[in-house]
């Protein structure tokens, strides 16, 4: 059974209308992690969640928020998707905030920006 | 400053070929752990192999196999006798102590044809 759920696993919108995009786990880890991963490249950190201390990285655009109501659930929300956008976002999850834990991911949801 | 390379960007093989993915990384930290990830077309990342700092162990399962270099600061992954399910993404991924992220290298394709 999957542990990490992304919903939808596809994703249409239009240029400037919000979206979200949506992660659940049955885990009961600690971290929630968002990345992007755009065609033929490594999949790259947004932010995360250690419970519900949010963590930023700096070059990730103020486009893109998240929330984290309680453990089991992340939202990646973009408020005004841009074609730059259009990328497979990837929810992953660690039992904890160290460098030995191992990440799980989820199927991913592919964007598509018209 | 952390880095990791996958200098293969694409390799191709027939079924049952023996295949080898390298790895390369750069610390400055004494404890890190590594780790390969697959990414078959699905999308979804599938743990591997996790390795630390401390353990240069090699590490066989089934068909993949490990080769963990310090020396050489390399971390290669050989699939013996691949198969077509085989085809995929490989990741290889660093973390360095006191973080809970990881350093992702850019991937290699890898396609098996029968």
């Known amino acids: 059974d999957a542990m990490v759920i992304q919903n939808p696993r596809y994703q249409v919108t239009q240029f400037g209308k919000p979206v979200t995009l949506s992660c659940s786990q049955t885990?009961?880890?600690?971290?929630m992690y968002w990345y992007q991963q755009k065609s033929s490249q490594a999949p790259k950190l947004l932010f995360h969640?250690?419970?519900?201390?949010?963590?930023n990285e700096a070059d990730t655009p103020d486009n893109f928020q998240s929330r984290r109501p309680n453990t089991s659930f992340c939202f990646l929300d973009i408020r005004s998707p841009g074609l730059g956008d259009a990328a497979m976002y990837l929810c992953a999850t660690a039992p904890g905030g160290l460098a030995k834990n191992i990440q799980y991911f989820g199927a991913g949801t592919r964007l598509s920006v018209l | 400053a952390q880095k990791v390379t996958q200098a293969q960007t694409e390799i191709s093989v027939v079924e049952k070929e023996d295949v080898t993915l390298d790895c390369v990384y750069e610390t400055r930290d004494t404890t890190y752990y590594l780790f390969w990830y697959k990414q078959p077309p699905s999308g979804e990342l599938v743990f591997l192999i996790r390795r630390n700092s401390f353990d240069e162990q090699n590490e066989i399962s089934g068909r993949y196999s490990w080769n963990f270099q310090k020396s050489t600061s390399s971390f290669n992954f050989t699939i013996t006798a691949s198969q077509v399910v085989d085809s995929a993404v490989y990741f290889c991924a660093l973390s360095e102590e006191n973080t809970d992220k990881l350093i992702f290298g850019t991937g290699t394709r890898l396609q098996v044809f029968p």
């Open positions: 885990l009961n880890h600690n971290v």
């Open positions: 969640y250690y419970d519900k201390d949010f963590n």
